[in-house]
């Protein structure tokens, strides 16, 4: 399985952008896909989830200004970000676990960089 992520760029805050993936190959009956990100000198963190059940999970950083979607029959996920702050520059990264398998799928990163 490979994840492929596209949207990342340059924004200024109080703006928007839309992260998408597509993962070709299948991920497993149960999964779940989403996004983390790593800002420069910081640790890898959670940004959002959604499971093929459409449940989903957001780190409290982003709540009300993010919302993660995805079409499990193309294997896509989506992020769309609003009301941008400068911390959340970072490289997001997708993301896709396969339950049954036990198994992590990780995507190489696009930059989203918000100006201030």
């Known amino acids: 399985v490979q994840l492929q992520a596209s949207g990342g760029g340059l924004v200024q805050a109080g703006g928007s952008l839309r992260l998408s993936c597509a993962a070709s190959?299948?991920?497993?009956?149960?999964?779940?896909m989403g996004w983390y990100r790593q800002a420069p000198g910081k640790q890898r963190e959670l940004v959002a989830t959604?499971?093929?059940?459409?449940?989903?999970n957001y780190a409290d950083s982003v709540k009300g200004r993010f919302t993660i979607s995805r079409d499990s029959a193309k294997n896509t996920v989506a992020l769309q970000m609003s009301s941008l702050k400068p911390e959340d520059t970072a490289i997001y990264y997708c993301?896709?676990?396969?339950?049954?398998?036990?198994?992590?799928?990780w995507g190489r990163g696009t930059l989203v960089t918000v100006s201030s």
């Open positions: 993301y896709a676990r396969d339950f049954v398998a036990v198994r992590d799928y």
């Open positions: 190959g299948s991920i497993g009956s149960g999964n779940a």
């Open positions: 959604i499971s093929t059940g459409g449940r989903t």
